[in-house]
Nanobody, 123 residues
Framework: QVQLVESGGQLVQTGGSLGLSCAASGPTVSSYAIGWFRQVPGKEREFVVAVNKDGSRTFYTDSVKGRFTISRDNAKNTVYLQMNSLKPEDTAVYYC????????????????WGQGTQVTVSS
């Protein structure tokens, strides 16, 4: 069983930066790929980025390429999402999730989810 807790969400101005953390607990956290998703009220949750089990590979959705960076520190059981050049359309609740299957864009590939952290980008 993996438990995930996101933190770092807050209000930030357009063009600003923000760092999110996903703290994981469980005996085999390093056996999971970790993904970040986001959701706006009234819309479906969408994939943002994922990192593989050892942090050597990443996969980004096009809208955040060059602005967001995912990384992980398995010794600390934590995955980070650095978000730069934020835009109002980045406003959402951000969720991290763990997948035993590897990186993927589909929610169904992820077995464990955090509760989410709110990111609001003011225009």
């Amino acid at each position: 069983q993996v438990q995930l807790v996101e933190s770092g969400g807050q209000l930030v101005q357009t063009g600003g930066s923000l760092g999110l953390s996903c703290a994981a607990s469980g005996p085999t956290v390093s056996s999971y790929a970790i993904g970040w998703f986001r959701q706006v009220p009234g819309k479906e949750r969408e994939f943002v980025v994922a990192v593989n089990k050892d942090g050597s590979r990443t996969f980004y959705t096009d809208s955040v390429k060059g602005r967001f960076t995912i990384s992980r520190d398995n010794a600390k059981n934590t995955v980070y999402l650095q978000m730069n050049s934020l835009k109002p359309e980045d406003t959402a609740v951000y969720y991290c999730a763990a997948s035993p299957l590897g990186m993927g864009e589909q929610e169904g590939a992820y077995d464990y989810w955090g509760q989410g952290t709110q990111v609001t980008v003011s225009s």
